[in-house]
Every structure is written in C-alpha cells, then in structure tokens.
C-alpha cells in the first residue's frame, strides 16, 4: 500500500469566490505511522478526507496526482472508491457519540462491513464482530455486542469504532483526533491499542492531532500544517529539533514539568508562514 499527495488544494465557495482551505499540500506514505498536527482550521482533517474522497459535497478539490496504491482518486468511479474505503481504508472519527449509528447495536455496526466486504452470513459476521470486539481489549464482548451507542462510555464507543474499521482488514488507518473527546488515562489505552494493532497488522497509520508530544511518541515521520499548508515535514525523533519557527512555537507553548515556567509562551504569528513554502522538505 502506497499513498501519494501531490499538489493538493481544497477550496470552498464563497460570497468573494473560492476560499481555500487546503493549498498545496504533498505527502507519500506506505506502511509507516504518520502523524498531521496543526491547529483547528489547518487542514488536517480534510487533507485525510481527500485520500478517501470523502470532501463535503460543495469542496472543490484538485490535484496534480492523488494515488491510492497507484490508483488515481481524482477519476476512479464510485465503484472503485466504494471498494477502498472500509475495505482497504478505514476512518476512525474523534466523537463516537456523533460518529456511530445511534439505531443500531454495537455488535451489528461492527458486522455490517463484515457482510458488506467479506459476504459473511448474519451469524458468522455477528460470532465476528464480537472476536473483534475482544481484540480491542472490550470486557464481556458478547454482551457489549447487544448494546446501543447511548449505553456505551466514550472510551468504550471509541473502541466500537475501532473494531468496525478494522472488521476488513484495511491497510490503512486514518485516526482523526481519536482521543479528543476522552480523558487522560483512556486517551493513552487508546493510543497502546491502535498502535498495538497497527503494528502487528502491518497497516499504515495517519495520526491527526494538536498534541505534538503524543504523535511524535507515536508516530514515525511528522507533518505540521499550518493555513492549509505542509510547513514543515521531519522524522518524529527530529521534533526537538524543528526548524520552522510555527512548528518552535507550538513546542516552547507547552508547560513542562522539568522546565517549569511562571507564564507560557504565546506563539507570534508572522503572515509570512502562509505563503512561505521554504520549510517543506523535498
């Protein structure tokens, strides 16, 4: 599996034209764990969307090549996208409460993709699901199978969640602010869990997050986005050492246990960064 983004741009119409949202973004990836971290309204999550051709109806996108293992996303048929997402691409939202199917059972969600992808009878898909539900470390699977979203707690929706885009098989994960909408301690069981899982099913992974200590724990290569650009790409080992002065900032604004401070820094915005392309590695 190979991902590849060159040149991407996302707008949206408005009142004065076109409002761009995502402007010349590139990345490739394969069977690695990438992370995209920026602030709200960078562009992360629709640059994820477009390698899925999820985009909101009315977003224009283009791009010079957006290949999936080599298939071309821009003119691929709805029957070609419809083959890839769920069954070699899988999408994990950040808010179960929203995400999930409120009128269907948790156990049932999790077998529709098995019926749909690998023709599973009823039986065999729902004996399935709750295998999958105990791969996600969920207690007493078979009786969480018959629960409805609303009797689950969000660590345990964002476990259903997890087990439906894995029921496939995907070879790729795309993790979209998983943990926002939990707390610490379930944020970094859900973390272990989806690393855990990546790893041993050789599937590639992409992190999308504002918590830039977590991806680069996590994560093997980093983009940082910033007003829907790539400002700058590095390994994860290499954050400490980034180069680009957005990508300084966001660090030296995190408090720190070793280097207490009696005030945060705040980040100066220099408008330069948005058309400055100097920082994106080749």
């Known amino acids: 599996m190979r991902v590849e983004v060159e040149d991407l741009h996302i707008g949206f119409p408005g009142p004065r034209g076109l409002v761009p949202a995502v402007r010349g973004v590139s990345l490739a990836m394969g069977a690695e764990k990438v992370g995209i971290v920026g602030e709200s309204g960078s562009g992360k999550s629709l640059t994820a969307r477009a390698i899925l051709r999820l985009t909101p109806p009315e977003a224009v996108v283009r791009a010079r090549r957006l290949l999936f293992d080599g298939i071309d996303l821009m003119s691929a048929p709805a029957r070609v996208l419809g083959a890839i997402r769920g069954r070699r691409a899988g999408l994990v939202l950040q808010d179960p409460k929203f995400a999930l199917n409120p009128v269907m059972t948790a156990g049932e969600q999790i077998a529709e993709p098995l019926r749909l992808h690998k023709r599973l009878s009823r039986r065999a898909s729902h004996a399935a699901a709750v295998d999958l539900m105990g791969q996600v470390l969920i ?79 996590f994560c093997d290569r980093i983009f940082v986005m910033y007003a829907g650009r790539v400002v700058e790409t590095l390994r994860a080992t290499d954050l400490a050492q980034s180069r680009h002065p957005y990508t300084q900032g966001l660090l030296a604004c995190l408090p720190s246990l070793k280097r207490p401070r009696a005030r945060l820094s705040v980040l100066a915005r220099d408008p330069a960064w948005e058309a400055d392309r100097a920082w994106e590695a080749a």
């Open 139 to 217: 207690r007493d699977p078979a009786r969480i199978a018959g629960r409805y979203p609303h009797e689950l707690s969000g660590g345990m929706g964002q476990r259903v969640m997890i087990a439906m885009m894995l029921a496939a098989d995907p070879e790729l994960l795309i993790a979209d602010e998983p943990t926002s909408a939990l707390d610490a301690t379930v944020q970094a069981e859900i973390l272990r869990l989806i690393e855990d899982l990546v790893s041993r099913r050789g599937m590639g992974l992409i992190l999308i997050s504002h918590d830039l200590p977590l991806v680069s724990h």
